[in-house]
């Protein structure tokens, strides 16, 4: 069981936006600034997306946002490509004791 | 170009044991977080353990903690992960992954390689 809630799947046309959505607690998402995404294709190894909330490394499309609020943290996808058809994982860093935690994985569906 | 190369993975018994190895390049190996992170198969990533870019501070999940060392070779730019007691729930892919900014062990995971494969299994 995952510390952090995402949904399963979300599904979108091309051209649309869609939100995912990463829910944790004051432990993790709400009291550090530290929450990243990553993106994987099947039988490859994770891409990181976004980090401290808002920041995309070099090279990653600024079709991907990050934001957060309270306890979740959400991540973005505006003009939905056929190649944003992947997983997405939420990341938070949870403090000394617990230090990173992910959610279950979200699976993008381009229709 | 950073580089991450995974080795050491394979098929081990219950209460067995292994050494994954990671071969880096392509940065500044000594100032930056080194981590492992695990995906059993069909499921979601776990965070396993990492070595901080600091100094020498290591930090392990509950779940293997007791079982599993991190420890690196700044001379070689190696990371390893040893593990022993391994049990059933710890068969998954283990990557090697590089923390996003210098010196601090918080911020994520910047660069990851292929994978190494752990089957536990009689």
């Known amino acids: 069981q995952s510390a952090l809630t995402q949904p399963a799947s979300v599904s979108g046309s091309p051209g649309q936006s869609i939100t995912i959505s990463c829910t944790g607690s004051d432990s993790d998402v709400g009291g550090y600034d530290l929450v990243s995404w990553y993106q994987q294709y099947p039988g490859k190894a994770p891409k990181l997306i976004i980090y401290e909330v808002f920041k995309r490394p070099s090279g990653i499309s600024t079709r991907f946002s990050g934001s957060k609020s309270g306890n979740t943290a959400s991540l973005t996808i505006s003009g939905l490509q056929a190649e944003d058809e992947a997983d997405y994982h939420c990341?938070?860093?949870?403090?000394?004791?617990?230090?990173?935690?992910f959610g279950p994985g979200t699976r993008v569906t381009v229709l | 170009e950073v580089r991450l190369l995974e080795s050491g993975g394979g098929l081990v018994q219950p209460g067995g044991s292994l050494r994954l190895s990671c071969a880096a390049s392509?940065?500044?190996?000594?100032?930056?977080?080194m981590s492992w992170v695990r995906q059993a198969p069909g499921k979601g990533l776990e965070w396993v353990s990492s070595f901080s870019g600091r100094g020498e501070t290591t930090y392990y999940a509950e779940s293997v903690k007791g079982r599993f060392t991190i420890s690196r070779d700044i001379s070689n730019n190696m990371v390893y992960l040893q593990m022993s007691s391994l049990r059933a729930e710890d068969t998954a892919t283990y990557y090697c992954?590089?923390?996003?900014?210098?010196?601090?062990?918080?911020?994520?995971?910047?660069?990851w390689g292929q994978g190494t494969l752990v089957l536990v299994s009689s």
């Open positions: 392509g940065f500044t190996f000594s100032i930056y977080a």
């Open positions: 990341c938070s860093f949870a403090g000394d004791f617990a230090f990173f935690v």
């Open positions: 992954a590089k923390g996003v900014v210098r010196l601090r062990e918080d911020r994520g995971f910047e660069s």
